[in-house]
């Protein structure tokens, strides 16, 4: 549309004051060719064009300034941009439905306005490059209105900005209630929280600013008391998202503690407009909503941001146990080290049998389906025994680490941490994951080996046929198989098996199962007290970890029945387990050691298979969870190296631990008589303080 055209068209008395602004948004949106540039340079011919056309300029001010005297702010400061108190389910199916039947646009309001006039999705996008200062001119220009339609103006949406700051208030103080925040902390009913405090201040704020705009005088009350308020409920919020961890947490719980941060962010977000430290800060404050609202409009009917939000909301509440759990999956010192490598070798102990129990399964000639039933069972029963006995399946642990290695980017993305503590981190996470599959595969392949060869001694036949054995080897194989591709499946498998494990420890948590047991009706009779409280103890430190081992070796087994029922090639390959074929398969033609380093590094790669989608998805997922992600990977990337170069076997092995500080020599122990008089002084000083 050429700029004559337009300026004919808001010429035009029938031209109302939407389709003004609908005309004015759709000659400044760039075209898919264009860059923001263009918008700026149209945004300024369309300024001089009105003020050479003064008719045309007073024609939209004042068309402008009726809509304006009616318009309706209170929706789109109070509720656009943040997350609906309807919870998730009925805000995307009432998304849906206005899709498919829109309801009747309200041309007085303002948030319906804001979306027929920014309709299009990439609008959020160029908005956020236009300058502030052009954005500021363009709308200075349309709004050219006299001193007193100006102040009038000014003065109605002050005072529904303050309609909004006590409602936005009034919801933050009704939070305090609900049974998932009591849970939490249920001391919060027996004084007066920084939620209620909040409401009160703001309250008392805007009677005093309203007072103030209705007298023409200057307001009472600043709002520094409120902004220390505002600090003091975002501390209360992280003190629940921090207890949240370990008393479990849920996807309502999450989308509460999210809409709170939102709203005391929209709260503060109007009182820098109201009231700013500098009118320039005002005026930027102002852009930023205005910016954000557009953008938060653009999404407003869309499906797919308020999946992606609530996914992000879901991912962090499982991800956060699993954050928690991450650490004893990375050993630091050489004592932990060996740990580990103990660790999975009794894991490759036990899967050497696991391995031995499917051979025979597959060996009776049963039905498809009963022969995946126990092949399924027995590495799901097989997981929870390695789990139970202290033991590690190596591949297991890229999904516990993930959640804790994006724990340490937030906090870096957070000035608490850097590239170089990242780096020693990975380091760290690699020797253990060396370590773990050392010892899986090592006593894996060893064991079978073993066991194979015995039984072939003992008997006078081998363990396994001929045609198994061909089978065995060409699974492993890269280039006569998709062995890697299997290995990918069984990678995502591990990492679907992460977040279960994340989901039960905070599903445990959330229902307190540990006590829950301990009282349990059913168990009175069979267990004393003692026995139930470790019993229900046990359960709920371990539950996530039973839980996601048995639905692992579920999906393990059932995975190529569902590729013979489609017809498909899918099928799993997981290191251990392959090792412990190899191991089999060489017992009945013992090879020459080129064959079996061979074979062997077969295995390998497969782990590494493994080890690579379920700790690129398990990762992925944490980083956003978090909202966050690795800024700088060159940097990190030359932060890993410079720790590898100061001491290269860092990477499979741990250096020396650090010599224990020296103790400071201590005085001898107090009496009691002294112990009491101590804790008698400290009680008078502190009944002095409340008395002051």
């Given amino acids: ?52 056309n003064l008719d045309v300029h007073l024609a939209v001010a004042g068309r402008l300034q009726e809509w304006l005297d009616q318009a309706q702010f209170f929706q789109l400061l109070s509720g656009l941009g943040l997350y609906s108190r309807r919870g998730f389910l009925k805000e995307i199916g009432e998304r849906l439905y206005e899709r498919i039947n829109p309801a009747p646009k309200d041309r007085n309001n303002v948030k319906s306005v804001l979306f027929v006039v920014f309709h299009r999705k990439d609008d959020a996008d160029w908005i956020h490059q236009i300058p502030d200062e052009a954005l500021l001119r363009l709308l200075t220009s349309l709004w050219h209105f006299s ?33 998932n925040i009591l849970r939490l902390n249920p001391k919060i009913i027996d004084r007066e929280s920084a939620f209620v405090a909040l409401q009160r201040e703001i309250a008392a704020l805007v009677q005093s600013w309203n007072h103030a705009l209705q007298q023409q005088q200057d307001v ?24 949240s961890v370990t008393a479990g947490s849920t996807m309502a719980l999450t989308h509460l503690l999210e809409r709170l941060h939102q709203t005391l962010d929209r709260i503060e977000h109007l009182l820098d407009i109201m009231d700013p430290p500098d009118p320039a800060k005002g005026l930027t404050r102002s852009v930023e909503l205005f910016k954000s609202l557009v953008q938060a409009s653009a999404e407003r009917h869309g499906v797919r941001s308020l ?10 509440s499982v991800t956060e146990n699993a954050s928690d759990h991450g650490e004893h999956y990375i050993a630091g010192s050489r004592k932990e080290y060996l740990t580990m490598l103990a660790s999975g070798a009794g894991g490759g102990f036990i899967i050497a049998l696991m391995a031995l129990i499917k051979i025979q399964i597959l060996q009776l000639d049963l039905s498809r389906g009963w022969e995946t039933l126990w092949v399924s069972l027995n590495y799901g029963i097989g997981f929870m025994v390695i789990h139970m006995l202290h033991c590690t399946v190596a591949t297991k642990q890229p999904a516990m680490t993930a959640a804790s290695i994006a724990e340490k980017v937030e906090q870096g993305e957070q000035g608490r941490a850097n590239a170089r503590k990242l780096a020693e981190l990975l380091v760290r996470v690699g020797r253990t994951q060396f370590v773990a599959i050392m010892g899986n595969v090592a006593v894996a392949l060893s064991v079978a080996f073993g066991i194979g060869w015995l039984y072939t001694l003992i008997q006078g036949a081998p363990l396994i046929s001929t045609e198994r054995y061909d089978y065995m080897l060409a699974g492993i194989h890269p280039g006569q198989s998709l062995a890697l591709m299997y290995a990918a499946i069984a990678g995502v498998w591990l990492f679907v098996s992460g977040l279960v494990a994340g989901y039960f420890d905070n599903r445990a948590a959330y229902l307190n199962l540990a006590e829950r047991l301990e009282q349990h009706p059913m168990l009175r009779p069979l267990m004393p ?19 996601s081992n048995f639905v692992f070796g579920i999906l393990l087994g059932v995975t190529g029945y569902i590729g013979h029922l489609l017809g498909l090639p899918i099928d799993i390959r997981h290191v251990a387990f392959s090792s412990a074929d190899v191991g089999y398969a060489m017992s009945m033609f013992i090879p020459g050691a080129q064959e079996f380093a061979l074979f062997t590094l077969f295995a390998l790669l497969i782990g590494g298979v493994n080890l690579m989608v379920s700790f690129t998805l398990a990762l992925n997922v944490a ?14 990337i030359k932060a890993w190296f410079m720790v590898v170069k100061e001491n290269p076997m860092a990477l499979i092995y741990p250096p020396r631990d650090p010599a224990p500080a020296p103790t400071e020599e201590v005085g001898p122990e107090p009496t009691p008589e002294q112990t009491r008089q101590a804790k008698a002084d400290n009680k008078e000083r502190r009944q002095k303080a409340l008395e002051k």
């Fill in 1 to 52: 549309m050429k700029l004559a055209t337009l300026i004919n068209q808001l010429a035009d008395e029938d031209t109302s004051a939407l389709k003004t602004l609908s005309l004015v948004v759709d000659w400044i949106r760039p075209q898919r060719s264009e860059t923001v540039h263009n918008a700026v340079d149209r945004m300024k011919q369309l300024e001089n064009a009105l003020t050479d």
């Fill in 147 to 179: 001193p007193p339609a100006l102040d009038r103006t000014r003065n109605r949406i002050y005072s529904q900005m303050l309609n909004a700051l006590e409602m936005l208030s009034i919801w933050v103080a009704a939070e305090e209630l609900e049974p």
């Fill in 220 to 243: 009472e009350l600043d709002d520094a008391h409120a902004r220390v308020l505002i600090e003091q409920c975002r501390e209360e919020i992280d003190r629940l998202q921090r207890r």
């Fill in 307 to 316: 999946w992606r939000a609530n996914l992000r909301l879901m991912s962090r």
């Fill in 529 to 547: 007290p003692e026995t139930r409280a470790r019993f229900g103890a046990y359960v709920a430190e371990h539950y996530g970890a039973l839980a």
């Fill in 623 to 636: 980083l956003r969870a978090r909202n966050t992600r690795i800024s700088s990977f060159p940097k990190l």
